[in-house]
């Protein structure tokens, strides 16, 4: 079994070694998985610094949204994965206005 050897023309800079390691050495699943641990980091960080789990999964998902508009610009990210974290974002917002609804 070979695996694909980078060429000195996609080593000339960091973006083209992002873009080698992305598209051809994982079949574009390297920053979706970088997403996830940027995600489920920034959730455990927030669940430990005292806040309700509603409000972390907001956060988590706010930053993670972020970064992948910024990575959707570059070319590293599809946009499937942009939607997907707005649909994650979408949910924490109504779970969050839920949690905070007065009982009657």
Not at 8 to 16: G, I, M, P, Q
Not at 24 to 31: C, E, M, N, W
């Amino acid at each position: 079994m070979t695996f694909p050897a980078p060429t000195t023309n996609e080593t000339s800079n960091l973006f083209k070694i992002f873009k080698f390691i992305n598209n051809t050495a994982t079949d574009g699943l390297f920053f979706p998985i970088i997403l996830l641990v940027i995600w489920t980091v920034a959730f455990i960080v927030s669940l430990s610094h005292g806040r309700v789990a509603n409000v972390s999964f907001v956060f988590a998902s706010f930053i993670s949204f972020i970064l992948s508009i910024i990575l959707a610009l570059m070319g590293f990210l599809a946009p499937q994965y942009i939607y997907l974290l707005s649909i994650f974002l979408a949910f924490g917002l109504v779970w969050m206005k839920l949690q905070n609804a007065p009982l009657n």
